[in-house]
């Protein structure tokens, strides 16, 4: 767009303000009068001595000041009258009239009189107006002895299409040409979908009476019925299992297109009427593809798109006219509000820290990843506690989640314990949250997780009261944060038991629970490493020797036992192998039967109607 168009297609979206136009050549006059008239001197010197007397900046001040006030009020006239560069595109609400295809699948459609078929021919018409459509709902019906919805209705055409190549009169239950059915059809689907209005097409070659009642029904209740006929005036003789359908009298049924009929159905139903031709220009005669429609709304939109205000922008040129207005200080004035912008954002941080609480601040710097701000700002035992577990200080984390009540504290001072390691406090810090909450449903899965975990893992072995122990035991146990160096020569009585329950062999006869031999040698123990290693090294050496012993016995008999299992294997991979081609061979002999799954159901629905007399 040039300069030129530009100024062209300004607009004025309240023009009645330019009338304050006609101010400006009358300010100065007014000006210049009240100031004569207000003016002492002027009564009491002579005219031509006061610019002798009186100061040369005023009066240039003066001079000034109605220019500035005369300027200011074009410049508000103008921003107040709205001017308009540009247009802004706005959004038009665009009903969207559905559209429900009836097609007839009648015997006759099997006819040949237009190449291949008229129901090849009428397939394919229904498959170019649903990919040539411009948005809608669309359904699609099928109608001979009776209507049947094949599709509802959808914006997705793709689906409706594909099931237009499963259809042909086949899959219909009863024959008939019942096309006032499927008018009644279209009309209850497209109530129940909620509209009161949209667009019926039957696909057909002639219409009877009560069709053309049925579309004057349609008519009333705000539907529009539209025909579009198929076949030709002459006709030709239906085809069926190599021979051809007889009519009543015995002779060929010639089936011909009655477009009379057709013409005063869409009469009666309001809409248009239309042959099949080749091309689109039949589905474009009948409206269904809304291109006049579009053309309306391209229009509408854009006589529809709403012009911008661009005055505001002139605020800015008001803004230091209204400075200029000030008599004193203008200057000072601009200053500062040039000042302003200078202000840095850390006054406005310091303003919000100090309009906020310690636990606010805590849980800003906690949102904000800073755990460690927030444990320092953090006075809520609660905040306290979760900015602990944020920084890894599990410990300390559980500690104070133990302090606090209920089945939440319990359950977050579980989480600490199993991050800490301490899962058997955290299975009990679980426990009571669920027996205060038992529908504490993270309680209970991490509770689970937990357990699974502990279950999967080995058994310690506790060997306190074998006759020898490894000397590497006490060292580990001394390894361990927070073990006391002595642990591992605990005396019988101090920590854990003595001896196992599951050795018998360490009781003695007498029952005792115990005798001081493995004390001595406990205490011993750790004095003779090279017994120890020597034991160790034996134990190594016969599960080695047991090892192979078991090695060699399956090789003894590894040989036969395999050629059995590999025979096994190759004649179960055979027997599958014959299992898939007969299943091959068997699917091979089903027949291909795209409308099978639409025959079943248009019977099962047409016998549910004739046991319910619904289209009597």
């Not at 210049?32 to 002027?42: K, L």
């Not at 209705?153 to 086949?170: G, M, Q, S």
């Amino acid at each position: 767009m040039t300069f030129a168009d530009a100024i062209a297609d300004i607009q004025f979206l309240r023009p009645h303000w330019l009338w304050l136009l006609l101010l400006v050549p009358v300010v100065p006059w007014l000006w210049h009068r009240r100031r004569r008239a207000a003016s002492a001197w002027r009564t009491a010197v002579d005219p031509h001595l006061l610019p002798h007397l009186l100061e040369a900046g005023g009066a240039r001040a003066e001079r000034g000041a109605p220019v500035l006030a005369a300027l200011a009020i074009a410049v508000a006239a103008i921003a107040l009258a709205g001017p308009s560069l540009h247009r802004d595109p706005q959004p038009l609400y665009r009903p969207q009239a559905p559209l429900v295809v009836a097609l007839d699948l009648s015997s006759s459609m099997l006819a040949a009189d237009v190449a291949p078929s008229r129901i090849a021919r009428a397939r394919y018409k229904v498959s170019e107006l649903l990919a040539s459509r411009r948005g809608g709902q669309v359904a699609l019906l099928a109608f001979a002895g009776d209507a049947f919805v094949v599709a509802p209705l959808t914006e997705d055409a793709a689906t409706v299409r594909a099931f237009v190549d499963a259809l042909a009169p086949d899959v219909m239950p009863a024959d008939g040409q019942r096309a006032d059915l499927a008018v009644r059809r279209a009309v209850e689907l497209l109530q129940n979908a909620g509209f009161g209005a949209g667009d019926i097409l039957l696909i057909t070659d002639s219409a009877d009476a009560d069709a053309q009642a049925a579309a004057a029904a349609a008519r009333e209740a705000g539907f529009r019925v539209s025909a579009l006929g198929i076949g030709t005036a002459h006709g030709a003789p239906v085809a069926d299992r190599g021979g051809f359908i007889a009519d009543a009298g015995g002779g060929l049924r010639m089936p011909r297109l009655d477009a009379g009929s057709l013409r005063r159905l869409a009469a009666q139903g309001g809409g248009r009427y239309a042959g099949m031709s080749g091309d689109r220009g039949d589905l474009e005669a009948l409206g269904v593809l809304d291109p006049q429609g579009e053309a309306a709304l391209a229009r509408d939109a854009a006589a529809a798109a709403s012009r911008s205000d661009d005055g505001i922008w002139l605020v800015l040129v008001l803004l230091p006219l209204a400075l200029l207005g000030f008599r004193r200080g203008w200057l000072l004035a601009l200053g500062c509000v040039m000042l302003l912008p200078a202000t840095g954002p850390a006054l406005a941080q310091g303003l919000d820290g100090a309009f906020l609480r310690a636990d606010q601040r805590a849980r800003r710097a906690l949102d904000a990843g800073d755990a460690e701000r927030a444990r320092a700002l953090a006075q809520d035992p609660a905040l306290a506690a979760a900015a602990a577990y944020r920084s890894g200080d599990y410990a300390t984390a559980a500690e104070t989640w133990s302090g606090l009540p209920g089945a939440e504290a319990d359950y977050n001072r579980g989480n600490a314990l199993a991050a800490a390691g301490r899962y058997e406090d955290a299975l009990a810090a679980y426990d009571q949250a669920l027996q205060a909450e038992p529908g504490h449903a993270d309680a209970a899965a991490n509770r689970k997780a937990v357990a699974d975990w502990l279950a999967q893992q080995p058994p310690r072995q506790q060997d306190g009261g074998q006759d020898q122990r490894d000397p590497q035991d006490g060292d580990e146990q001394q390894s361990r944060p927070g073990a006391d160096p002595q642990d591992g020569q605990q005396e019988p009585g101090e920590g854990r038991p003595q001896q196992s329950p599951q050795d018998p062999a360490s009781q003695d006869p007498g029952g005792e629970p115990g005798s001081r031999e493995p004390e001595e040698h406990e205490g011993e123990g750790p004095q003779d490493p090279q017994a120890d290693a020597e034991a160790q090294r034996a134990a190594e050496e016969a599960a080695r020797q047991q090892m192979e012993r078991a090695l060699q016995q399956r090789q003894g008999v590894g040989g036969e036992a395999g050629d059995r299992q590999a025979a096994a294997i190759d004649e179960d991979t055979r027997r599958e192998r014959e299992e898939r081609q007969a299943l091959e061979q068997w699917l091979r002999r089903v027949p291909d039967d795209p409308g099978g799954l639409l025959r079943r159901k248009f019977e099962l629905e047409y016998r549910r109607r004739q046991q319910s007399g619904e289209n009597e």
